[in-house]
C-alpha cells in the first residue's frame, strides 16, 4: 500500500515507501538541502508521513546521533569552547537538529552520552530537559514523586514575588508585589538561565521540621511573629477600578461630579465628603468598603416623554464608582484619560498592605503547602546553641508519607550555602550532591546531618531530640484569608429565584447543600431546615385553589381572590419556597398542569 504524504496537514500525494522518503528528506535537511525548520514524521501504523513547515510549533534542539556515536565530537566542543564554531554552525553541519512534537515520535533519544547503543537516534544535551520551564526550576526534583513535583510547579505559579518591574506604572486588574523578594541560595540552571533570581518570588526562611505544642498538626505551619513584623512574607495588594463618561443613543450622556441630592439612589453627603470638585478622590486617601472613589450620574434606564415642566436632573440616577463590598486600602493612583471611543476614562488604583496573618498560605518548592496556625513572639521559640530561631515550623509527619527527599536536601543544601556564602546548584540529576552539602556543614562544626540540639524557648530547657533545622526557600502564595473571608446575614438576592445570590463577590450567602440538608433529614431536626431552607431562604405565599389545586389570583380593584381556572372563590394561602412556584409556572409553559392538592395541618 502507498504510503499517503501529507504537508502542514493537508493530502499532497502518495509515495512508493515511506519509511525511505521519511529517512532521505531527513538526510536531504541534515545536509543543508532542506530548510532547518521542516519537520518529517513517518506513522508506521497508518502508513502516512507528515511534513511540517508551518508557523506555531514548539520544537527542541537534540544532539544527532549515528550508528550509535555522538555527532557532536570533543574537538566540536573545544571549537566552540575557543568561540570558532557556534550554534547556527552544528544546525548547518546536521549535527544539531531541532525537533516538534510529531518527529519526536520518531526517535529514540539517549539521556548521556555513555548510555549511547546501536539503535539511539538522538542524544539529550542534558538530561534536565526532559522537564519543562517550570518543573525544571525545582531543585532537586529526581528526589521526589512525580504528583509533588507537578504541584510545586503549580504552588510557584501562585507565589507572591516581583511579577513586573514596572509594576508602579501598570494598571493591572489585580496585582500582589511581595516586599523585599529574594533568589534562592539553593537553584538549579535553568532557573538562573531564565532570569528568574531578578523576578524571584520568595524568601529563604530557617526552618526547623519539629512539632509545635500541636499547633503545626497537619499541614498548619507556626510562623515567627518577629520574622513578620521585620517583613517576613509581607505583600502589598493592588486593585485598578475603571470608569467611563458613556455617551448614549438620544444624545444623553454621563456625568462625572459630585451628585446632586435629587438623583435617583443618592447616597447621602457623607458618601461624597472625600471627592474634590471635579468628582474624583485623590491619590493616598484612605478608603473603605462601598466607598465613593468617583462621582457619576447616567441617564434614566428607560427614556420617559419628555414633558416642558419635567427637570431632567431630576430623573438622572446615581452611578459612582465605589471600592468593592469587602475591599478597602489606600488611593495608591488616579489616571484620568480618554477611551478609544473619545469619552473621558478614569482609573483609580487602590493599594493595601498585606502582613502575614493566620490562615495565610505558604508553600516551599515540593508541594508541601501550608496554612499558618499560629505566630510565636520570638523569645517563646525554641533556639539552637547559637541562639538561631526559626522563622517557620513544619510538623515532621508531612515528610515520609508524601516522599519529598527534596525538601530535605534542599533544607541541607540552604544550610550549606548560608555557611560558605555560596548559591547551591539543584539542577536535576546534575546538581549539587548530599556529600558535598554535608562537608561543608562539618567544616563549619556542625552535624553533617543538618540536625541540632535545640532549647525550649519558654523554660530554657534542653529539648531530648535531635531537630532537623536548615534554610529552604518558601513561597507565599496568593490564597490570602483577607481575600476569602466572608459572612452575611441579609443581603442581595436573585431576580429570577429569589434565593440569596452566590459568591463572596456578589455578598452571597452560604450555601447549605444537598448534603448539609441530608444531615439535617437524617437527624430530625425539621424546624432549623425549614428555617434554612425556607424562611432564611426564598420564603413566598401564594394563593391556592382548593377546588382545581392551581395557583389562584387577587383582584386589588375587586379586593377578591378567585381561581383563574375554575372561577372558583375557594382560595387558600399556602406558603412555599420561590423556587417550588417558579417551577410550576415553567411546567405550565410547557404544557403540563401540576395541580396542589390542599390538606388541613392537623390532618
Ligand atoms: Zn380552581
Given amino acids: 500500500m502507498k504510503t499517503g ?51 506555531g510549533r514548539p520544537r527542541r534542539p537534540l544532539i544527532v546521533v549515528k550508528a550509535g556515536k555522538s555527532l557532536l565530537t570533543q574537538d566540536m566542543v573545544e571549537k566552540i569552547r575557543k ?33 549511547l547503543a546501536e539503535e539511539h537516534t538522538h542524544l539529550e544535551f542534558d538530561p534536565v530537559s526532559i522537564l519543562g520551564y517550570a518543573s525544571a526550576q525545582i531543585p532537586f526534583p529526581e528526589y521526589n514523586m512525580a504528583p509533588r513535583v507537578l504541584m510545586a510547579a503549580q504552588h510557584t505559579k501562585q507565589s507572591l514575588g516581583l511579577y513586573a518591574a514596572n509594576f508602579n506604572l501598570r494598571c493591572d486588574t489585580r496585582g500582589h508585589v511581595l516586599f523585599y523578594p529574594q533568589s534562592p541560595l539553593v537553584r538549579t540552571r535553568v532557573y538562573e538561565a531564565l532570569g528568574n533570581e531578578r523576578r524571584a518570588s520568595g524568601q529563604n526562611y530557617v526552618v526547623a521540621v519539629l512539632s509545635y505544642h500541636g499547633f503545626n498538626m497537619n499541614d498548619a505551619v507556626v510562623l515567627n511573629k518577629d520574622a513578620i513584623e521585620r517583613a517576613l512574607g509581607r505583600s502589598e495588594f493592588f486593585r485598578t477600578y475603571a470608569t467611563e463618561e458613556r455617551r448614549y443613543p438620544g444624545g444623553q450622556r454621563d456625568h462625572f461630579g459630585i451628585p446632586e441630592e435629587y438623583v435617583q439612589n443618592y447616597l447621602g453627603p457623607e458618601a461624597y465628603t472625600e471627592l474634590d470638585e471635579d468628582g474624583v478622590i485623590s491619590p493616598d486617601t484612605d478608603v473603605f468598603p462601598n466607598a465613593v472613589m468617583v462621582g457619576k450620574t447616567s441617564p434614566p434606564r428607560f427614556l420617559k416623554e419628555i414633558s416642558a415642566l419635567d427637570v431632567e436632573s431630576e430623573k438622572r440616577r446615581e452611578s459612582s464608582l465605589t471600592t468593592r463590598s469587602n475591599e478597602n486600602g489606600i488611593v495608591d493612583a488616579v489616571i484620568l484619560t480618554e477611551s478609544p471611543s473619545g469619552t473621558k476614562f478614569i482609573k483609580v488604583r487602590v493599594r493595601k498592605m498585606n502582613v502575614p496573618e493566620i490562615g495565610d498560605k505558604f508553600a516551599s518548592r515540593f508541594g508541601q503547602k501550608g496554612v499558618i496556625s499560629l505566630l510565636v513572639p520570638q523569645e517563646d521559640l525554641p533556639f539552637t546553641r547559637d541562639g538561631v530561631t526559626p522563622d517557620l515550623m513544619i510538623n515532621p509527619h508531612a515528610i515520609p508519607g508524601r516522599m519529598t527527599a527534596g525538601h530535605l536536601l ?192 392537623g390532618e
Wanted: aromatic share 8%.
Fill in 5 to 55: 504524504v501529507f504537508v502542514n496537514g493537508r493530502l499532497m500525494g502518495f509515495h512508493e515507501n515511506g519509511e525511505r522518503l521519511a529517512s532521505s528528506l531527513r538526510k536531504m535537511r541534515r545536509d543543508g538541502e532542506l530548510d532547518e525548520q521542516t519537520n518529517v514524521a513517518y506513522n508506521k501504523r497508518t502508513n502516512e508521513i507528515f511534513v511540517n513547515t508551518d508557523e
Fill in 83 to 115: 568561540g570558532e564554531l557556534h550554534w547556527h554552525d552544528l544546525v548547518k553541519k546536521g549535527v544539531v537538529e531541532w525537533l516538534d512534537a510529531e518527529e519526536e515520535e520518531n526517535t529514540y533519544i539517549a539521556l548521556e552520552e555513555g548510555n
Fill in 410 to 601: 534542599e533544607m541541607l543544601g540552604g544550610k550549606a550555602a548560608s555557611l560558605d556564602c555560596s548559591h547551591k546548584d539543584g539542577t536535576a540529576f546534575s546538581g549539587n550532591t548530599e556529600d558535598e552539602f554535608e562537608d561543608v556543614l562539618r567544616s563549619h562544626g556542625f552535624k553533617p546531618t543538618g540536625q541540632e540540639v535545640l532549647y525550649d524557648g519558654k523554660t530554657g530547657a534542653r529539648i531530648y531530640a535531635k531537630i532537623f533545622i536548615g534554610v529552604i526557600y518558601y513561597q507565599r502564595l496568593h490564597h490570602l484569608v483577607s481575600l476569602k473571608l466572608h459572612a452575611r446575614s441579609r443581603g442581595p438576592t436573585q431576580m429570577l429565584t429569589h434565593q440569596p445570590t452566590e459568591g463572596r463577590a456578589r455578598e452571597g450567602g452560604l450555601r447549605l447543600g444537598e448534603m448539609e440538608r441530608d444531615c439535617f433529614i437524617g437527624f430530625g431536626a425539621a424546624s432549623l431546615l425549614k428555617e434554612r431552607m425556607i424562611d432564611s431562604s426564598d420564603k413566598t405565599v401564594e394563593l391556592v385553589c382548593a377546588d382545581c389545586g392551581s395557583l389562584g389570583v387577587y383582584d386589588k380593584i375587586k379586593g377578591r381572590r378567585y381561581c383563574p381556572l375554575c372561577d372558583s372563590a375557594n382560595i387558600h394561602e399556602v406558603e412555599m419556597s420561590y423556587a417550588f412556584k417558579l417551577l410550576v409556572d415553567e411546567m405550565k409553559s410547557i404544557g403540563i398542569n401540576p395541580q396542589l392538592r390542599l390538606k388541613d395541618r
